[in-house]
Each structure stands twice: as structure tokens, then as C-alpha cells.
């Protein structure tokens, strides 16, 4: 049964995203930033959820991307590698010629990215590493692990995801452009809660869930962006109810 805080809320969507609207950039995070400004939501960092306690991850219906489940910084004081800056230093490269390496890469399970990392969950330890490792497979399809690069506590990890992900709207628009200007309405909205926390480390092991190292950025800080595969949220999130805005 819907909260009164989760009806409220999708009733301010009903009333002010039924119809179309122009976002307010032509950008990825345009829906976004556009969807919490028609709910009066300042843009920011908070690590708490957007709406009394509900978080909002907006997308366009047709992007194929992964979702977003919230941002978490590794725990410098037991990685080997203490900064982003460190990080880049090692495994950067340079993307434009003002001579500042960059890493903007993904991070999973099973598979080392071209910069041979990737990241293994280590239940003994309670830690999620981000290693690296030989390009050369084995044959069993393992890696052979090089050298140490950062880790996070899963318990910490644990705590991000229950606090952001209590209760969520994951928000699906439909788009168009005209005059070169971008116009969204709401078409449905998933509403979850109570992930399942044993299910966030299966699905990180088996490259379900990844990080998206973003560091070095010329706008904003550096993050550790932990995403999900759209179809695997089902798993992290069983328990859910789905309202249709437009059909």
C-alpha cells in the first residue's frame, strides 16, 4: 500500500508531468534536473533521497543505460592508492592537450576494462576491491590478480543503498525534439523498497552491478558512480508497484 508521502508525490507528478514540458537542458541530465525543479527540489549533493525520503532516478523510456543507485567515494585509509589523483596518475590517459591525465571507465566483475581493472568482492575481508590484473586470461577464463588499487567496505556500501533506496520512483519519460529543444512527459513510474542487500553483492560478482570511475572532471568532483543493468534492478528490488501516467 502506498505511503501518504508516496501518493502525495505522484500526485504532484500527475499534476505538473502529465502533459509535455521542455527540459530544461538539451543534456543526459536534463530530465533529471528538470523533473526535481517541477517538484521544487534544489540541485545537490546530498546523499540523503530527494523527496521526503523518496529518491527520483528519471530516464528516457528508450535509453538503454544502466541506473544510477548512488555515488560512493573509496575508503582512502585502507586502499594502497590514497586520492583520485593517484589513481589517474597510474591508470589515466590524456583525453585533451593540457597535459591532465583522466579516467572515465567502467569497473566490473569478471572482465579486466582496457585499463586491466576490475572489481571482486571479498566476503572474508568485507570489501569490495578494485584490482588490477594481467591481460593474459587463464584457462579457466580467470585473471591473475597484479596489484592492489582501492577498496570500499560492502557494509558501507550496504548503508548508501538502504538510506538512498528506501523507497524509490524510478521515473520513465517519453521525448521528443522540436526546434531544437528537447520536450518530455511522464509515461510510468516504478515504485520500489526494501532492497534486498545479499542480492547487491551476487549481482556485483556476477557483473550485474559496476562503477563508473569519473575523475579528473572539469565540472564537478571526482565520483564512483555504482550502477546497475536495468534488467537485473528486479533482483535488488523485488518489491515494487508500477503507475501508468500515459499510455
Not at 91 to 99: A, R, T
Amino acid at each position: 500500500m502506498a505511503s501518504s508521502v508516496s501518493q502525495e508525490l505522484l500526485g504532484l507528478i500527475k499534476e505538473r508531468m502529465s502533459d509535455w514540458l521542455p527540459s530544461e537542458v538539451m543534456a543526459d541530465t536534463g530530465i533529471g534536473r528538470t523533473v526535481e525543479s517541477c517538484l521544487g527540489i534544489s540541485m545537490n549533493s546530498d546523499k540523503n533521497p530527494d523527496y521526503k525520503g523518496i529518491e527520483l532516478k528519471s530516464k528516457r523510456a528508450e535509453a538503454k543505460v544502466r541506473n544510477t543507485l548512488f555515488t560512493q567515494t573509496p575508503n582512502w585509509q585502507i586502499s594502497k592508492l590514497k586520492s583520485a589523483k593517484e589513481i589517474c596518475a597510474k591508470y589515466g590517459y590524456y583525453q585533451y592537450d593540457d597535459g591532465v591525465k583522466r579516467m572515465h571507465v567502467t569497473l566490473k566483475s569478471l572482465c579486466p576494462n582496457p585499463q586491466h581493472l576490475a572489481l571482486n568482492v571479498n566476503m572474508l575481508s568485507d570489501l569490495l576491491e578494485a584490482n588490477e590484473y594481467s591481460p593474459i586470461e587463464n584457462e579457466d577464463g580467470s585473471y591473475k590478480k597484479v596489484d592492489d588499487v582501492v577498496v570500499w567496505q560492502l557494509m558501507t556500501l550496504h548503508q548508501r543503498l538502504l538510506t538512498k533506496h528506501r523507497e524509490t520512483f524510478w521515473i520513465d519519460v517519453e521525448n521528443k525534439v522540436e526546434q531544437n529543444k528537447e520536450f518530455f512527459r511522464v509515461k510510468d513510474i516504478v515504485h520500489t523498497k526494501n532492497p534486498i542487500v545479499n542480492q547487491f553483492d551476487i549481482l556485483m560478482e556476477q557483473g550485474h552491478i559496476s562503477v563508473d570511475f569519473l575523475l579528473c572532471r572539469r565540472t564537478g568532483g571526482d565520483t564512483y558512480s555504482f550502477k546497475i543493468d536495468a534488467k537485473s534492478r528486479p533482483l535488488l528490488f523485488p518489491q515494487s508497484e508500477t503507475y501508468i501516467i500515459n499510455q
